[in-house]
């Protein structure tokens, strides 16, 4: 991202494209990981309760991936 900033314009053509897909496919995992079941502390139970998966995530990895799928260039446009 960085690099983008500096030397590409991302206002269209392929970074654009490009960094568009990124965010999608980091949304779709974020998705993805708020709805997958996974075993507790013991590795002994299988959590599906939806409340305790989407709780467990939020105390985890969450914020890092919420932050890491914003989509930059609307952003980015908006300041050019």
């Given amino acids: 991202m960085p690099y983008t900033f500096a ?4 206002t269209g053509g392929w ?4 960094d568009m897909l990124a965010d999608f496919v ?10 997958s079941a996974f075993y507790d502390e013991d590795n002994l139970v299988l959590e599906t309760s939806n409340k305790r998966i989407f709780s467990a995530y939020l105390k985890s990895w ?3 991936d919420i932050v890491a799928c ?11």
């Fill in 26 to 35: 980091f949304i779709t995992d974020l998705l993805v990981t708020a709805m």
């Fill in 62 to 64: 969450f914020f890092v």
């Fill in 15 to 18: 970074p654009y494209t490009l």
């Fill in 7 to 10: 030397f590409l314009d991302t």
């Fill in 70 to 80: 914003f989509p930059v260039n609307f952003i980015e446009d908006e300041v050019r």
